[in-house]
């Protein structure tokens, strides 16, 4: 089974700066890494996900994460935030041979104005 | 477009009461999934399934049962509601064929056993 651990369960910042919200996972077999956000009240929206390739990828908002496999690690940055960011995001894996996907606690993030 | 859609959007139940949570998609994804979120937990998996007559346990299946008879439908069932199952439930679904599709959650269901 995989695993994933979301290091940060609060992150405040201060809006229009950069953040980082880490994340690490744990899989004995290749994976398909997902980054979602869940705005108050409301299910969870696909940020970006890393299928294969090049180990940048872009998102939607202006959201961008980092595949790193030596590291196991699929950090998201933001180089500069806005309040509206404000929200719970989540990481999440699931096996490339696998029906399950299995998600991190969670990080909130609050932007202060 | 509908997506996913979860009815009731709130609950209370009293212990021991049974209840069904209902969750429909309109975009003929074969893959369900029910999930329940609580505080600092993220999302653990209950049930799932891969296509019309078939489901599988997740982590936490105890207290729950599911059904799948069409390919919209997934309806999740508590048959004697206790407080350990006062959570936010959620219903997602995943297209069919490539293995690399992310998922589309409703809006989940706030469910309160008191």
């Known amino acids: 089974a995989q695993s994933v651990t979301q290091l940060d369960s609060q992150v405040p910042v201060f809006e229009e700066a950069p953040v980082e919200l880490r994340c690490n996972y744990s899989s004995s077999v290749s994976v398909y890494l997902f980054w979602y956000v869940q705005y108050p009240n409301q299910g969870l929206q696909l940020l970006l996900k890393?299928?294969?390739?090049?180990?940048l990828v872009k998102g939607i908002n202006g959201f961008e994460a980092e595949f790193n496999k030596s590291q196991t690690s699929f950090h998201l940055r933001k180089p500069s935030v806005h309040i509206s960011d404000t929200a719970e995001y989540f990481c999440?894996?699931?096996?490339?041979?696998?029906?399950?996907?299995?998600f991190g606690t969670g990080t909130s993030l609050t932007v202060i104005p | 477009n509908a997506g996913v859609t979860q009815t009731p959007k709130f609950r209370i139940l009293k212990i021991g009461q049974s209840m069904t949570l209902q969750c429909t998609q309109d975009?003929?994804?074969?893959?369900m999934y029910w999930y329940r979120q609580d505080p600092g937990m993220g999302l653990k998996l209950i049930y799932y399934?891969?296509?019309?007559?078939?489901?599988d346990k997740g982590e936490v299946p105890n207290g729950y049962n599911v059904s799948r008879s069409t390919t919209e439908d997934f309806p999740l069932r508590l048959e004697l509601a206790a407080p350990s199952q006062t959570s936010v439930y959620f219903c997602?679904?995943?297209?069919?064929?490539?293995?690399?599709?992310?998922?589309?959650f409703g809006d989940g269901t706030r469910l309160s056993i008191l």
């Open positions: 399934s891969v296509g019309a007559g078939i489901t």
């Open positions: 997602a679904s995943r297209p069919p064929g490539q293995g690399n599709q992310p998922q589309h």
């Open positions: 999440a894996v699931r096996a490339n041979t696998g029906n399950q996907f299995y």
């Open positions: 975009m003929n994804h074969n893959y």
């Open positions: 890393y299928l294969s390739g090049s180990t």
